[in-house]
């Protein structure tokens, strides 16, 4: 069992930055795979970033690459996602999620998820 709570979000300027954070509970969370996923109103969840266990691999969706980094610190429990050079389009309520396996967590198959954080970008 995986718990998470997510912290950071806000309102910001297009062009600004903004980073979130994920604090997560469980004695086995350096074996899960992490991620972030952004739902926007009236559109379904997909996945930003994700990190594999031991930081050995990181994805992202096309719209954020460059702009974006997720971290992770096993030892601390947290996982963060630096947004730099944000857009309107970025806006949403962004979830942490947690799953065994990289390829099931960015499917969005059934994570364990946080309860999200809302980040409003304007122009």
């Known amino acids: 069992q995986v718990q998470l709570v997510e912290s950071g979000g806000g309102s910001v300027q297009a062009g600004g930055s903004l980073t979130l954070s994920c604090v997560g509970s469980?004695?086995?969370?350096?074996?899960?795979?992490m991620g972030w996923f952004r739902q926007a109103p009236g559109k379904e969840r997909v996945g930003v970033a994700m990190?594999?266990?031991?930081?050995?691999?990181?994805h992202y969706h096309d719209s954020v690459k460059g702009r974006f980094t997720i971290s992770r610190d096993d030892a601390a429990n947290t996982i963060g996602l630096r947004m730099n050079n944000l857009t309107p389009e970025d806006s949403g309520v962004y979830y942490c999620a947690a799953k065994p396996t990289c390829t099931e967590l960015w499917a969005g198959r059934s994570p364990y998820w946080g309860q999200g954080t809302q980040v409003t970008v304007s122009l």
């Open positions: 990190v594999s266990e031991e930081n050995s691999v990181t």
């Open positions: 469980g004695d086995t969370w350096s074996m899960f795979c």
